[in-house]
Structures are given as structure tokens and as C-alpha cells.
């Protein structure tokens, strides 16, 4: 089955630093990815929706500068969180479909901790 | 997305049937319902969806009513592996409105 990976599972960076995630659809093509970011206790909150070639579209309240998203094949979508501060310490989660009238499928998530 | 209303939280002996509902009264006519659990730090897994006709595959079924304003997850023989954050979500395919929205869910226990 359709199958959504990221890496890293698990990054502990300093504050100030910035940090990548990756998104991989690995058996299947996806022209979108969305991005998801979900505190402890809470449900998923949607950040972005990945775009292959195209800029990634934000949600309200979502900075653009901060969580750069890069969708440059039809495999891959990338997360930057620029600057990192411990509030962006949050659990990470890509998803993508197969197409339009396919159900999304999630990768396992990047726990990001910011110390 | 239309919102979606679900119990917080319900337990389940193992091995007994799990029928989680879900209220979805502004739903629209091109909207499907779908079902999502996430087991603790993992990503969302997908269970099953329907437009208006009720759908079983092998994780569980779906029971949607004839208005379509609800619908009812049912794992037939709930496992303690099925303690999970239960998702109804209303989902259309079209455009941006194909993003997933998610509300609190359900936190089923599954008990011995």
C-alpha cells in the first residue's frame, strides 16, 4: 500500500537553529503534501499544503518565513523551521494522496524538541 | 469543512464490538466522511470513508444514516491494540477542500 516517510523520527536542536524535515512518498507520485504540527494533549493542527513546483500555501497564522517548505519533485516535501525557539517544540506529521479521490496517508511524524 | 462532533472518550471491552458515532449535520452534498486513528506518537492511520453508502473493509465498518447527518465507526472485535484517538472527518476531494481537518476525536480504552 501507499506508504508516507519522514526523517528524522526524533531532533533535538539548540534554540536559534534551524532544522529540516523530510516528507517521502515512496511507492506513489504526489503533486500535494500537507504539513501538520500537533502540541501534546492536542489534535493536529494543518500548517501548510506542499505544492510540487508551485510556493506552499499557509494557513491563517502560520508564519511562512519560519516553516519553509520546499516540494521540488514529485516524491519529496521538505519542512525548514528556521530559527528555532522551544515553543516550536511540537510532534511534526507530512501527509500526502495517492490523487484527488484517495485517502490521505501520514508518515510517522518528527518529534522536534528545541532546548 | 463542515465540523464534525464526537464523544471525548469511551471504553470498549476486548473482544467486543466498538461503535464510535459521529454527528456531521452541515455536511455537504459532495463531502465524504472518513475515519482516522492516531495510537500515541505515531501519525494518523486511515480506517475506512464513505460518501452515502454504508462501507466494511477488513479494519472496520461504516454506517452512515440515510441523511448522511451522522455515522458510526464499528470495529467489530475491539483488540486492547485498538486504544487509539478516533477521527470523523469530513473531507471533500475537490481543490483545498481536500485537506483534512481535524477536531478532538474520541479516545477509546480498550479494557480486559
Known amino acids: 500500500g501507499a506508504v508516507v516517510s519522514q526523517h528524522p523520527s526524533r531532533v533535538i536542536c539548540k534554540s536559534g537553529t534551524s532544522v529540516k524535515i523530510e516528507c517521502r512518498s515512496l511507492d506513489f507520485q504526489a503533486t500535494t503534501m500537507f504539513w501538520y504540527r500537533q502540541f501534546p494533549k492536542q489534535s493536529l493542527m494543518l500548517m501548510a499544503t506542499?505544492?510540487?513546483?508551485?510556493?506552499?500555501?499557509?494557513e491563517q497564522g502560520v508564519e511562512k518565513d519560519k516553516f519553509l517548505i520546499n516540494h521540488a519533485s514529485l516524491t519529496l516535501s521538505t519542512l525548514t523551521v528556521t530559527s528555532a525557539h522551544p515553543e516550536d517544540s511540537s510532534f511534526y506529521i507530512c501527509s500526502a494522496n495517492l490523487g484527488p479521490n484517495s485517502p490521505l496517508h501520514f508518515g510517522n511524524g518528527t518529534r522536534l524538541t528545541v532546548t | 469543512d463542515a465540523k464534525t462532533t464526537q464523544p471525548p472518550s469511551m471504553d470498549c471491552a476486548e473482544g467486543r464490538a466498538a461503535n464510535l458515532p459521529c454527528n456531521h449535520s452541515t455536511i455537504s452534498g459532495n463531502e465524504y466522511v472518513y475515519w482516522y486513528r492516531q495510537i500515541h506518537s505515531q501519525g494518523p492511520q486511515y480506517i475506512i470513508h464513505g460518501l452515502k453508502n454504508n462501507e466494511t473493509n477488513e479494519m472496520a465498518s461504516l454506517i452512515i444514516t440515510e441523511d448522511r447527518k451522522s455515522s458510526t465507526l464499528i470495529l467489530p472485535h475491539a483488540t486492547l491494540r485498538d486504544t487509539a484517538v478516533y477521527y470523523c472527518?469530513?473531507?471533500?476531494?475537490?481543490?483545498?477542500?481536500?485537506?483534512?481537518?481535524f477536531g478532538t476525536g474520541t479516545r477509546l480504552q480498550v479494557t480486559l
Open positions: 506542499s505544492n510540487e513546483g508551485s510556493k506552499a500555501t499557509y
Open positions: 472527518i469530513v473531507r471533500s476531494h475537490t481543490g483545498t477542500a481536500s485537506k483534512l481537518t
